[in-house]
């Protein structure tokens, strides 16, 4: 029986809890967790009874013994006065628990393991990380910024020594002229991403584990030591059923949460640069990070590399001299990537490959090479964002081969026209053509001084005319130019002029007497033509027009209203402060709250007032009627008010 009713007992506890805790949220009219809620409420009934009992003693109104001293209803107005001071205090400990640790914030067993994990991964991280930022002497040099001599090598120490993801960064910061010095490029681009090769066991578990079975099923012949291994993936030959030759890039089996890590890690010291110095919020380090964060995790995901090379296929099939190795899409996923082994040598070594070829097909093959990269930068807009000469391979066959479609630059029609534009400028020789088309295509400030722009970049452009080639350095000048004007590059376009800058070196190793540049000045005003071409220009003026002919077929109808109403002198031109729905729902909050705050303020002024006067009829020797209700108006005035700290809080939150 004695368990029954205890079972009884706590049963109707909760039950009040529960509907205490609802109570509870409601007054407080914000979104409070209902753990915490029931949590106090519970507490509250537990701890409320007998201090209640006890004031009830204090005041006069009963005995130790539960006895009533006083009439039933003063008995009963004293205790729920006593009660919703018990309740004022529960949501006073809701509040509390609000302003410090909001609801949401706090994470549940699961994560909150997972947290401490990270937070462990982290801190180790960070160790490595400090170690070699303080034998590299970073920690020094970032008080000046890039803009030191010692800057690019420290940083490129940092980087070699912090691991995989790291090298992997500064290799791609290597290549952003646009918005590093020159000193500070060359420096990264001294990394080197090799690795030992991981384990057969680690490849052929990634591979099961994404396909569904192990590599000697699906594929008829599979080379076990590595093609290639670097610091995120390893490449490995093989043969697929059909007899095809393949290769199957795999990704490292810890690659991913490493790179989740170091990117978390970039991040965060990326915002701490910012917060500490003035070159790095001038070149929005943490926005930066986040960029080449994302940039990282997309080149993680092999799905996304697969896509690009077949778009790179399909912007070329119309050259049968260029070769874009086919995916196969049946055995790629996330971490494999399935595609045409082609048989050749990388340009960056393959010397004796090229001198095999004659004079002519290397010039030809050099005219087709650039040919079309700028058929895939200025016309398709779709284009090879890396291509370096190890990503170019003289095949076997007297053909060229491009490998490694993971950096791909995307162009939209209005950019390449600009970009077209700019270029010919340059190559003409027209600074004032340049800086026009460079402010429509670039991200320019309010307040950019246009012909000082003109001048500084016109010297550029005059000193490029006296070149042969585009060498290193040309876009890196007037980058630099861009980065003192306060000029942002758009990610694509600089990886645009990155590739026309990286395949001079290619074009240069296939044949010495070939040059980008003499090659642009003379297919550029063809190209410029095939942009503006009546096709072209017809199909624009063909959306255009019809979109013009939607807005006039409206004209007539609007016309009409706003002259009918001008002849019948109904025309009214209205104005609202607060039109936007947005804008009245804050009104109505900052109203509510005023209210609120006045309401309870008032409302505890006047119970300190009743309180201090003490007046009234007695109800007991030590209550009067004014003392408690005093008391009933000091709790609405505190609950008033802690429903207005509530929804401060949470609307800062």
Not at 90 to 107: H, K
Not at 131 to 142: H, I, Q, Y
Not at 514 to 534: E, N, V, Y
Request: one cysteine or more; glycine letters at 10%.
């Amino acid at each position: 029986m004695g368990a029954l009713v205890w079972a009884y007992t706590a049963a109707m506890t909760l039950v009040l809890a529960a509907g205490l805790g609802a109570v509870i949220r409601r007054i407080l009219g914000a979104r409070v967790g209902w753990l915490r809620t029931l949590l106090v409420a519970w507490i509250a009934l537990l701890v409320g009874v007998p201090i209640t009992g006890k004031l009830a003693v204090e005041a006069g109104v009963g005995t130790e013994a539960g006895r009533l001293t006083t009439s039933q209803g003063t008995a009963v107005a004293f205790l729920l006065v006593a009660c919703l001071w018990v309740f004022a205090a529960a949501l006073a400990v809701v509040m509390l628990l609000e302003v410090l640790v909001p609801s949401g914030t706090v994470p549940g067993p699961r994560e909150a393991v997972g947290r401490f994990r990270a937070w462990l991964r982290r801190t180790r991280r960070y160790v490595q990380i400090g170690r070699a930022a303080t034998g590299s002497g970073l920690g020094t040099v970032l008080r000046r910024g890039p803009g030191s001599a010692s800057f690019g090598p420290a940083l490129a120490s940092v980087f070699n020594e912090s691991g995989v993801t790291f090298v992997k960064l500064g290799q791609i910061l290597a290549t952003r002229d646009d918005l590093l010095p020159a000193e500070t490029t060359r420096a990264l681009a001294t990394l080197q991403s090799d690795a030992d090769p991981e384990p057969y066991a680690a490849v052929a578990a990634t591979i099961e584990a994404d396909l569904g079975d192990r590599p000697d099923v699906l594929f008829a012949a599979f080379d076990t030591s590595p093609l290639a291994a670097a610091s995120v993936a390893q490449v490995h030959t093989a043969t697929l059923h059909d007899g095809r030759e393949v290769v199957v890039k795999v990704q490292r089996s810890k690659a991913r949460r490493q790179v989740e890590v170091d990117t978390d890690i970039l991040v965060r010291l990326a915002r701490t640069a910012e917060q500490r110095w003035p070159w790095a919020r001038d070149m929005a380090v943490s926005r930066l990070a986040a960029g080449l964060a994302q940039s990282l995790r997309e080149e993680l995901d092999y799905r996304i590399e697969a896509g690009n090379t077949d778009a790179g296929a399909a912007t070329l099939r119309d050259r049968p001299d260029i070769v874009v190795p086919a995916v196969d899409t049946a055995l790629s996923t996330r971490r494999v990537l399935v595609m045409d082994r082609l048989h050749g040598t990388p340009l960056s070594v393959g010397e004796p490959a090229v001198a095999a070829l004659s004079a002519e097909r290397r010039v030809e093959l050099a005219d087709t090479l650039i040919g079309a990269l700028l058929d895939t930068v200025f016309v398709a807009g779709v284009f090879h964002a890396d291509l370096h000469p190890g990503n170019i391979l003289v095949l076997d066959d007297g053909r060229i081969g491009l490998l490694d479609f993971g950096a791909v630059g995307i162009l939209d029609s209005e950019t390449r026209q600009l970009l077209a534009l700019l270029l010919f400028a340059i190559l003409s020789d027209d600074a004032v053509s340049a800086v026009d088309a460079l402010t429509l295509a670039f991200d320019v400030p309010d307040h950019l001084d246009v012909p000082l722009l003109r001048r500084e970049l016109g010297r550029e452009i005059a000193a490029l005319q006296l070149q042969s080639t585009i060498g290193g350095d040309t876009f890196t000048r007037i980058f630099a130019v861009l980065r003192r004007h306060g000029i942002g590059v758009p990610g694509d376009v600089a990886a645009a002029f990155r590739t026309l800058t990286s395949v001079e070196a290619a074009i240069t190793l296939l044949d010495p007497g070939s040059s980008l540049l003499r090659s642009a000045r003379s297919q550029l005003p063809a190209l410029m033509r095939r942009l503006a071409g009546p096709k072209r220009v017809a199909a624009q003026a063909v959306s255009q027009a019809g979109v013009v002919a939607a807005i006039a077929r409206r004209l007539p109808e609007r016309v009409e209203h706003l002259t009918s109403a001008l002849g019948e002198g109904t025309f009214t031109v209205r104005t609202r402060a607060f039109g936007d729905a947005d804008d009245r729902a804050w009104l109505r909050d900052q109203v509510n709250n005023g209210l609120a705050a006045a309401f309870g303020i008032t409302a505890c002024i006047l119970a300190v007032v009743l309180g201090l006067n003490g007046g009234g009829p007695r109800l007991t020797e030590e209550l009067s009627l004014f003392g408690l209700l005093g008391l009933a108006l000091g709790f609405c005035g505190v609950t008033l008010a802690l429903r207005v700290v509530v929804r401060l809080f949470q609307r800062r939150e």
